[in-house]
């Protein structure tokens, strides 16, 4: 199984409204990714877990908040967000060699689609 | 700072090769990666360089020169397929990816 899944795919959500989103992965690895991607632009990573401890925050606002209840598992609970907050969320995981922190080939999933009136 | 240039658009007939050049200015410096994207889809992995040279995967290969901060992605007889934005990226300590801003290739028949 090389696939990353998330849900839902599509999610419309109000300033006050409270949703979590999902990404699942079985292949093993230890490194797991949020990403933000507005239409045209690249990825912007948002948080790195590495064996399910949050090692890297990109000083994302804290109505965005991460969780990583096991090794397979990643949400991404979000509050209060404003309409810039609508892009598409990506999910990602990978492998970190043991040699050294480096990892990398990163496996994306589809994405959640977000939209916030 | 950290930066990744890369040209924006790229047009190109079936059939031909294609070279997506991208440098780079960034601190703590690993390797750097390539990832393309179809409209509406995810990011998939396609090479990776952590070392001077050519790595070469089927049609699809890359280049590295760390020391000229350079390197390039070469789509050889080009697909309709094919058309999709590129990505470079850089690969920084912890897994952290640095990525450019995108070229976008159209592929003609």
């Known amino acids: 199984d090389t696939e990353v899944t998330q849900t839902p795919k599509h999610l419309v959500m109000g300033m006050t409204n409270k949703k979590s989103l999902k990404c699942e992965q079985h292949?093993?690895?230890?490194?797991m990714y949020w990403y933000k991607q507005k239409a045209k632009k690249p990825p912007e990573l948002m948080f790195v877990?590495?064996?399910?401890?949050?090692?890297i925050n990109e000083s994302v606002p804290s109505r965005f908040s991460p969780e990583c209840p096991n090794s397979s598992l990643l949400n991404l609970h979000l509050h209060a967000l404003q309409p810039e907050d609508s892009a598409l969320y990506l999910c990602?995981?990978?492998?970190?060699?043991?040699?050294?922190?480096?990892?990398?080939?990163?496996?994306f999933g589809p994405g959640t689609r977000l939209t916030v009136l | 700072g950290q930066s990744l240039e890369q040209p924006s658009e790229v047009t190109a007939v079936e059939g031909a090769i294609v070279q997506i050049n991208c440098t780079y200015q960034?601190?703590?410096?690993?390797?750097l990666s390539w990832y393309q994207q179809h409209d509406g889809g995810a990011p998939t992995f396609l090479s990776y360089n952590a070392l001077d040279g050519l790595e070469e995967t089927g049609r699809f290969s890359s280049f590295l020169s760390r020391s000229d901060s350079y390197g390039y992605l070469l789509l050889q007889e080009l697909q309709m397929k094919d058309s999709a934005s590129y990505f470079c990226a850089v690969s920084r300590q912890g897994g952290k990816l640095i990525f450019g801003q995108g070229t976008e290739l159209s592929v003609k028949p």
């Open positions: 990602a995981s990978s492998q970190i060699l043991r040699t050294s922190a480096l990892v990398y080939e990163q496996f």
């Open positions: 960034t601190s703590g410096f690993y390797g």
């Open positions: 292949m093993g690895h230890r490194a």
């Open positions: 877990y590495s064996y399910e401890k949050l090692s």
